[in-house]
């Protein structure tokens, strides 16, 4: 997969980061993505006059696909323009944040539709026409699945943001550094509550989500944790 819109734990990241006082330079070093996308992404999805909110953006995002998709077609000057940019290697993210006309996935389909015009601009390209590498995720025991739970599967009340102890758990790793953190976020209220993982272990995961939760024990519900292996002791 040669681009990805921001998934919806990504926007979760990023929430998470910024309410930590991460700027958004070390936002994109931790999530791997350009500080510019970063900024890019934080303007676009976030309501007049708020701060950015993960739920938020997902909505802002699904509605603006579903507007782009009814638009007209984008002129055959936008297209120069977007060529000649790459062939000053200007990213993809970088032409759509500058022209402001096309949109970062309708480059990359310009690009990837057409293969004569791929094997053109495929030197210009930074990763240079390579696919985007994905991490083979270690098995997980069938003794740990049956506890897993998949965020749609969790109860419409929970959904709602109507009551308050409602937590989401994520991880965060840095690919540059393998700085690994555990993040938790109180749904109704958006405390954030962070810690810093050494090992990534699903022990010391668990470890220091009691840590984090202790102070705040009479606040705690349900948590609904991302299904990564250092989760599988959640039921613990």
């Known amino acids: 997969m040669y681009y990805n819109h921001f998934s919806r734990k990504e926007r979760y990241q990023i929430f998470v980061l910024l309410q930590a006082g991460k700027n958004k330079k070390e936002i994109a070093q ?12 934080i303007k676009r999805n976030s309501k007049p006059n708020q701060a950015y909110q993960a739920h938020d953006a997902v909505t802002l995002a699904r509605k603006r696909r579903k507007n782009n998709g009814n638009g007209k077609p984008i002129a055959s000057s936008v297209w120069r323009q977007v060529e000649k940019y790459l062939m000053l290697y200007y990213s993809p993210e970088q032409i759509a944040a500058r022209l402001k006309k096309v949109s970062v996935q309708s480059i990359y389909n310009y690009l990837y539709q057409n293969k004569a015009r791929y094997e053109q601009f495929k030197p210009y390209l930074r990763r ?12 997980i025991k069938e003794g ?11 109860p419409s009340y929970v959904e709602s943001r109507k009551t308050r102890g409602h937590w989401e758990g994520d991880t965060i790793i840095s690919r540059k550094d393998k700085q690994a953190l555990v993040t938790l976020v109180e749904r109704k209220t958006g405390l954030v509550l962070i810690g810093r993982l050494n090992q990534r272990t699903a022990s010391e995961t668990r470890d220091m989500i009691i840590k984090l939760l202790t102070p705040f024990k009479k606040m705690v ?8 292996t250092e989760f599988n002791y959640h039921h613990a």
């Open 30 to 41: 931790l999530l791997n993505r350009h500080p510019s996308t970063i900024s890019r992404e």
């Open 128 to 139: 240079k026409g390579k696919a985007y590498r994905h991490c083979k995720a270690p098995s």
């Open 144 to 154: 740990d699945r049956r506890y897993k739970r998949s965020i749609k599967q969790r």
């Open 221 to 228: 519900k349900s948590i609904t944790f991302d299904n990564g």
